[in-house]
């Protein structure tokens, strides 16, 4: 049993390897089949595109027949060599030889004269041209004259399926996306030394206010990335009441104030609100190359604002409040006051009869003293003594009129003789100060009163006084 069981096991076990065998060989076979497939799939591809392909060349190829072809091209070169502006120029036929049984190659040699842009030109006209052509050699230099000595090899193939009579299309080639001016701007227009230069930028708004009845002065805000200057140019025409300065770029708006509204197409009134006016501006800038940047503006017109009330001007500092008398100094014959003008930093010596305005106070000085100093502002009398204030001088009030009878004289003359020799027992004076005669005498008496003959002799006492003393002068310290 045993042994039957292990036969029965290997014979089992070499099925299984022959089967498995058999699917592994049937996969590898179809992944082969199938890479046959897909190559064949390829080649056929690849001969469609190549039958595709040749068919554009087939457009683009010159005639089969060599004296033709070679005859066609060097006509088109000529016209080109022409049309760039090349000054001694030639165009002369180097080789022709056949490569292969597919198509035919032809050299020409081109030479001449012209200036960048000419040459730009040229290249241009040549890459635009739908030939099977190529430039093998390229060569230019600046020349004693100014020009460049130009000198190029040029190949160009005619294939042997072509037709005999094969015509080029008149068309440019899709190869080249740029215009001829295109072109020769992003060439002969580079800075090769600095970043390419980038258009001005408006960074103002969009709408301009223009008030009626005034003049408003808009100045228009554009920057340059580089920093350049930048040159202003109006499209169109403006009103009569606007007008552009293109050095500045400067708008200036004088609108009446009552503008005339534009009719409707029946002749009616107009509108209550007038359109905004539209003005484009071109802005260039003056880097290299130059780039340019248009914007269309809206002016706007307004009514005038109505006009702010006043306000109120700021008090202005009062040079009194800082004023003080500072001094009383006797001079030959007179006092004077000395008042500092702190403020100021001045200090102002009045006499009688000197005038002064010192911030709100505006007057004249009446009489000086030793102890006090009398002023006159705005037809009133003001008291101020030392280390007073001006502004705070005290104002006297009007003396009652003295009664004209002779008791009335007597007495005020007896009072003025006792004020006269108390003044002079306190005071040293330079002057003498005379006392005042009666106010009035009675008519029936020719004889003095006693009390004018009291003040006569009190007078004469005080001037013996003064004869005796030395004048001293005094002041009051500041």
């Not at 022709?96 to 030479?111: E, I, M």
């Not at 300065?245 to 509108?271: I, L, N, R, V």
């Not at 260039?284 to 109505?306: F, N, S």
């Amino acid at each position: 049993m045993a042994i039957g069981g292990l036969f029965v096991v290997i014979a089992f076990q070499w099925g299984f390897n022959r089967y498995r065998d058999a699917v592994k060989f049937r996969d590898n076979r179809l992944a082969a089949l199938q890479n046959e497939a897909n190559t064949l799939n390829e080649k056929a591809l690849a001969g469609a595109y190549a039958d595709r392909q040749m068919g554009e060349y087939m457009v683009r190829s010159l005639p089969s027949n060599p004296e033709r072809a070679q005859s066609t091209y060097q006509s088109w070169l000529l016209g080109a060599v022409r049309e760039a502006g090349l000054m001694d120029a030639g165009v002369d036929p180097v080789s022709d030889a056949p490569v292969g049984d597919l198509y035919y190659r032809y050299g020409f040699r081109v030479s001449g004269k012209t200036s960048l842009d000419g040459l730009v030109g040229l290249l241009h006209d040549f890459y635009a041209r739908d030939y099977l052509h190529r430039i093998r050699e390229l060569s230019f230099g600046p020349s004693r004259t100014g020009e460049l000595n130009v000198a190029m090899t040029i190949d160009v193939i005619s294939l042997n399926s072509a037709p005999i009579d094969a015509k080029i299309s008149e068309g440019d080639s899709w190869r080249v996306a740029q215009s001829l001016d295109e072109t020769r701007d992003s060439i002969l227009n580079r800075n090769f030394f600095q970043p390419p230069n980038l258009p001005p930028v408006y960074a103002g708004d969009g709408t301009l206010v223009a008030v009626k009845g005034q003049q408003t002065d808009v100045r228009l805000k554009v920057e340059d990335p580089e920093g350049t200057s930048i040159t202003y140019e109006l499209d169109g025409e403006l009103p009569e009441w606007a007008s552009f300065k293109a050095e500045s770029g400067t708008f200036t708006f004088k609108p009446p104030a009552d503008p005339e509204e534009p009719g409707d197409a029946d002749g009616g009134p107009g509108e209550s609100k007038a359109e905004p006016l539209k003005v484009v501006v071109r802005m260039t800038d003056t880097g290299y190359p130059r780039r340019q940047v248009e914007k269309t503006l809206l002016v706007k017109l307004e009514d005038a604002p109505l006009p702010k009330a006043p306000e109120p001007m700021p008090a202005k500092f009062d040079d009194a409040t800082q004023t003080y008398l500072t001094a009383l100094v006797q001079g030959r014959g007179d006092w004077t006051a000395w008042m500092n003008v702190r403020t100021r930093g001045e200090t102002l010596k009045l006499q009688v009869g000197d005038s002064f305005e010192i911030g709100s106070m505006k007057g004249s000085v009446k009489s000086v003293s030793a102890r006090v100093v009398l002023l006159e502002i705005g037809g009133k009398e003001y008291e101020l003594r030392p280390s007073g204030k001006l502004s705070e001088a005290v104002a006297l009030e009007a003396p009652e009129q003295p009664d004209a009878s002779p008791d009335n004289a007597s007495s005020v003359g007896a009072e003025e003789d006792s004020k006269a020799g108390e003044s002079g027992e306190g005071e040293v004076k330079e002057e003498v100060t005379e006392s005042a005669e009666p106010a009035a005498e009675p008519e029936t008496s020719e004889e003095p009163s006693p009390a004018v003959e009291q003040a006569e002799s009190s007078s004469e006492q005080t001037e013996e006084a003064d004869s005796t003393a030395t004048p001293t002068p005094q002041s009051q310290p500041e």
